[in-house]
């Protein structure tokens, strides 16, 4: 139902004709001529109503009105059902569809999932179910089915980030995620879950995040059955296990991937030789930046997830998870020679190097062979000299980190090896496994 009959014939236009108004500058298009001239003053300039306190002008004075409510604070708008208030009515209007209608009149074919537009829909369709993707990113090699998506995937390449929090100086690719950022400072989030209380901006978040209590995992790779509660997660699977285009080949290894950046970031590990990125903790260095940032999570992590049977913590969910699998004995994964089992079909093809003998690594100094790629890093800094591990107690230098933790053990009071016999305490395993075979005498 429309007010106005100029309302109903701009709306008979959008079906009729669809985006008709292309901009020039940004290639964004419009189904109206008037909201396409709007659009086109954000690129000419031509705002007549500047802000008195950040100086940012408006082409409108209603925008203005609008604009200035974020400094104020005002927030004339309140709805009804959960007394949340907001700055524009619009925004209100989409609150109450989406939090408190139950009237998504489009539904997906696919998978049944309900929309309140038929655009929404559309666009569900093509990103979720849709093979064909046109848009393809040729410095990842990510595709599109939308354009628009592909637009602001091509954003984050760009190093580019105009949207900056005044509370933290952190700075952000679009307005979207400074706005979500400031829900952390404010804890003003408008979705909270009730069985860990953590807060969402929005209620397609807290429906994701719930699947973390209730195991739910929609997603079904329909090659293995492999379930995975992310579509994101579902089509990485698909891409990484059952792909076989991975059109990026490295030079030295031939080893082949599926984009531009893991062939890079494969290069830097393996082949560049140099580590800028030195972590201020363990001096532990690194290829690739976000190496580093994974690593430091160690020193830093709270361990929140605790295994029932042996008390045993995990930082996170999925790694307790990895680990129940040990009790229940329910790996996916098992040898077909010893019937050892695993959680991840790359850690079996590792293990059966033990019954065939194969030793793929090979030093290129001494041709010690070993069947681990980390094997061969340790064995090499024998004839480097490297050192990386040090105690933080008398400075003194280990290539590995194993022995650096023996070491350390020598500073303490801690004794954690005991003979089951005599309950004698050894600080080291070796010094526990001689007097097991030599001097336990409870033992004869």
Known sequence: MFSYQNTLTEQQTVHAEGNQYTCDVCKKSFALRTTFISHWRTHTQE???????????????????KHERLHTGERPFSCSVCSKSFIDQSVLKEHVKRLHSRVRPYSCDVCKKTFFKQCKMKEHYQRMHCEVRPFRCDICNNSFAIEKDFNRHKIRHSKERPYHCDVCNVSFLFASSLKEHMFRHNNDYPCFCDLCGKGFSCQSELTVHKRVHTGERPYVCNVCGKSFSYPSGLKEHLKRIHSRDRPYSCDVCKKAFICKVELKHHHQRLHGGVHPFTCDVCNKSFAVKRDLKRHKTFHTRVQTYRCDVCNVSFSYLSSLKGHMLKHNNDYRYSCDLCGKGFN????????????????????????KSFAQKSSLNIHQRVHTGERPYICNVCNRSFN????????????????????????IAFKRRNYLTKHISLRCTKRL
């Open 47 to 65: 705002s007549r109503y500047p802000c008195n306190v950040c100086d940012k002008s408006f082409s409108y004075m209603c925008h203005l009105k």
């Open 344 to 367: 991840h079909q790359s850690d079996l093809k590792i293990h059966k190097r033990v019954h065939t003998g194969e030793r793929p690594y090979v030093c290129s100094a001494c041709d």
């Open 400 to 423: 590995n980190k194993r022995n650096l933790h023996t070491h350390q053990v020598t500073h303490t009071e801690e004794r954690p090896f005991v003979c089951e016999a005599c309950n």
